[in-house]
C-alpha cells in the first residue's frame, strides 16, 4: 500500500463550529478542557510559531506548507492522511511538547474580511463546553469577563503576534529561494510504504551560498538559528514513522527526499 497525502488536509478541521465568544450567547456557559487531545486524532500536521521551534524541532520533524503568503512551518505528527501518531487511545497526548496551535483549542481567532480586526472564537461542538457549570465559566453572573476567559484572550493573543513574526519568517525565506519541495517516504514493520508530501524544507546548498552579509543578517535577527533547527529537526521523521509500527522499522530512503535545486 502505497499512501501519498498533501500534508495538513484537514488540520483547521479540528474546528466544526466556530462561534464568537460574546456575554450575549455564551453568559452561562463554562469550558472543561480536560486532557484529551482526542479532536486532534485525525491531523498529521500541526502549525507552529517560530517561538516554538527549539522546544519542538527536540522531537517533531519541522517543515513548511503552504503557497505564496500563505507558508507557515508546522511539526508532522504523522506520516498518513488522517493519522496522528501522537495521539493515543485513551485521548493522551504521546509527546513531551504540545504545540500551542492545540493547547489553545477550542478557543481560535477569526479576522475580519479587512483583516484589521480579531474576534476570540470558541468551538461550540468541544466536547467540554456546557452549561452545567462544569469546568471555568467564561462570564461571571454579571456578564464581565472571568478570569479564565482574560487568560484564553491573553494567550490567543501573543499566539496571533507570534503568529504574525513566523509570516514574516517564512516571507524571508520565500523572497531568498531558500525552500523546496520535498517528500517523505517510509517503510513500516508491517509492509506498508506510505509517503507524505505536499510540504517544503530549507535546501542547504542554497542556504550555504546565500552573500555573507545576508548570512550576518539571518544570524544577527535569529533567524539563521531557526533554520537550523528546522533542519536538525528532520532527523526526527523515522523516529515518528516508527511510532506506528508494532515494532521498529527503518526508512525505505532516506527520510527527506529533497530534489536538485532548479536551475537558473
Not at 519541495?181 to 517544503?200: I, K
Request: proline share 6%; aromatic share 10%; hydrophobic share 40%.
Amino acid at each position: 500500500m502505497n499512501e501519498r497525502p498533501d500534508l495538513m488536509a484537514k488540520q483547521l478541521l479540528i474546528y466544526e463550529r466556530a462561534v464568537s465568544v460574546s456575554a450575549q450567547r455564551h453568559r452561562d456557559w463554562s469550558v472543561a478542557a480536560g486532557r484529551s487531545y482526542a479532536f486532534a486524532r485525525g491531523i498529521n500536521a500541526a502549525p507552529l510559531v517560530a517561538a516554538e521551534f527549539l522546544p519542538a524541532s527536540l522531537e517533531y520533524a519541522i517543515v513548511f506548507a503552504g503557497e505564496g503568503d500563505a507558508i507557515m512551518p508546522s511539526a508532522l505528527l504523522g506520516v498518513r492522511g488522517e493519522e496522528n501518531s501522537f495521539v493515543g487511545a485513551d485521548g493522551a497526548w504521546g509527546g513531551r511538547y504540545i504545540p500551542a496551535f492545540l493547547r489553545r483549542y477550542p478557543f481560535v481567532f477569526s479576522r475580519s474580511e479587512d483583516g484589521k480586526t480579531f474576534s476570540l472564537c470558541i468551538d461550540e461542538e468541544f466536547e467540554g463546553l456546557n452549561q452545567e457549570g462544569r469546568g471555568e465559566r467564561l462570564f461571571d453572573s454579571e456578564g464581565a469577563r472571568t478570569q479564565y476567559l482574560s487568560t484564553i484572550l491573553d494567550f490567543a493573543t501573543q499566539y496571533q503576534t507570534q503568529f504574525t513574526a513566523t509570516g514574516r519568517f517564512c516571507a524571508k525565506l520565500r523572497d531568498l529561494e531558500l525552500l523546496q519541495p520535498a517528500t517523505a517516504q517510509f517503510r513500516l514493520a508491517d509492509g506498508q510504504t506510505p509517503s507524505l508530501s505536499g510540504f517544503m524544507t530549507v535546501d542547504r546548498e542554497r542556504l550555504r551560498k546565500l552573500p555573507d552579509e545576508t548570512l550576518l543578517q539571518l544570524a544577527r535577527s535569529d533567524e539563521l538559528e531557526l533554520i537550523h533547527a528546522h533542519l536538525h529537526s528532520l532527523a526526527n521523521i523515522t523516529p515518528m514513522a516508527q511510532r506506528l509500527a508494532a515494532a521498529p522499522a527503518a526508512p525505505a530512503t532516506a527520510p527527506v527526499e529533497e530534489p536538485a535545486p532548479a536551475e537558473g
